[in-house]
């Protein structure tokens, strides 16, 4: 969700990148909700057992992070729905982790890190995962969050934007083994020296901030840091529809008079875009659907037309 690129007040800025973030709407405690799963996740991680102090933490912590930058998806409290685990293709990420030596992962626009606190909880081996985000203050609210330190939760983070060469500088694909070693991930400073080494990359709620071109520069860009080696793989979720297309159905005012709709692939365009347009054709299997999920926290908004679905796309490409 975080490693987003720089959001300007310029109306030109804007209109080039085209990200999709609405004016801030007040927090609503109501939205707040952790099931099973999630409950016994945040109170093993945080020591916190007592529920209404867990709920007060969070709220706490929600609320520095939404002062920061307004992102939907803090207010909706998606950072603890533990999305990654729920991928389909999550298994298959924890087996690579378990069964190829050093591979590394990748959580771009990883907010708080908490999917990836997730995966090294179920056994990824954390000495290989590394996180990536536009707002460095995010990662540090995640230690807040999760009452962790640099030192009990040594992942190494490296801020930047995913749409500046000096963090990442997007070459072709990897189809043979790249000729640099694998880097020190604690001695990284941008992203670019893991240009062909990661193994699996995880970038959920990102796609979708921006348009179908910069969305196809994304995919490039991630695409040149994964192995060539089959089985390594990129996966997430982010809004889809059933036809690409704009999202008209539900436009998001972005700024004081500019209102954009989110730009959604559908599997097909999705499958598409990355066998073929982004990796050589048969060279990767993409695994592509999508979910109609509610959102709570649209519910009588205005501009949203009545009756509006709303999809996840939930996909993983991996290489053959």
């Excluded at 990420?93 to 771009?108: M, P, V, Y």
């Excluded at 990129?234 to 889809?240: F, K, M, Q, S, Y």
């Amino acid at each position: 969700m975080g490693d987003k690129t720089t959001i300007h007040n310029e109306a030109a800025n804007i209109e080039d990148r085209n990200p999709v973030i609405p004016q801030p709407r007040a927090l609503d405690e109501s939205l707040y909700a952790l099931d099973d799963e999630a409950s016994t996740f945040m109170k093993l991680q945080t020591g916190i057992e007592d529920p209404e102090a867990l709920k007060r933490h969070i709220l706490s912590v929600q609320a520095e992070a939404y002062s920061i930058h307004p992102y939907p998806c803090i207010r909706r409290f998606s950072f603890l729905s533990l999305k990654l685990g729920r991928l389909p293709a999550y298994r298959q990420l924890l087996q690579l982790g378990t069964e190829r030596k050093n591979a590394i992962f990748l959580d771009i626009g990883c907010c708080f890190g908490n999917d990836l606190r997730k995966a090294a909880y179920d056994g990824y081996p954390v000495e290989n995962c590394v996180a990536s985000d536009l707002h460095p203050e995010f990662w540090e609210l995640g230690h807040k969050l999760f009452n962790s330190n640099p030192e009990t939760f040594a992942v190494p983070f490296i801020p930047g934007d995913v749409f500046d060469p000096k963090h990442l500088d997007p070459v072709p694909p990897f189809y043979s083994p790249a000729d640099i070693d694998i880097p020190n991930l604690s001695m990284l400073t941008s992203l670019n020296p893991l240009r062909g080494h990661v193994s699996a990359i995880h970038a959920s709620a990102f796609f979708h901030l921006f348009d179908e071109e910069r969305q196809l520069q994304l995919a490039k860009a991630l695409a040149c840091l994964l192995s060539p080696e089959p089985g390594s793989m990129i996966l997430g979720a982010h809004g889809g529809r059933p036809e690409k297309g704009l999202r008209h159905e539900a436009g998001v005012v972005i700024g004081p008079g500019r209102t954009f709709a989110m730009f959604c692939h559908s599997p097909d365009s999705w499958k598409e875009m990355w066998d073929g347009q982004v990796f050589q054709k048969g060279t990767v299997e993409v695994e592509a659907y999508l979910h109609e999920t509610v959102r709570k926290d649209l519910e009588g908004l205005e501009g949203i037309a009545p009756g509006t679905k709303y999809y996840l796309l939930v996909w993983s490409v991996t290489r053959l």
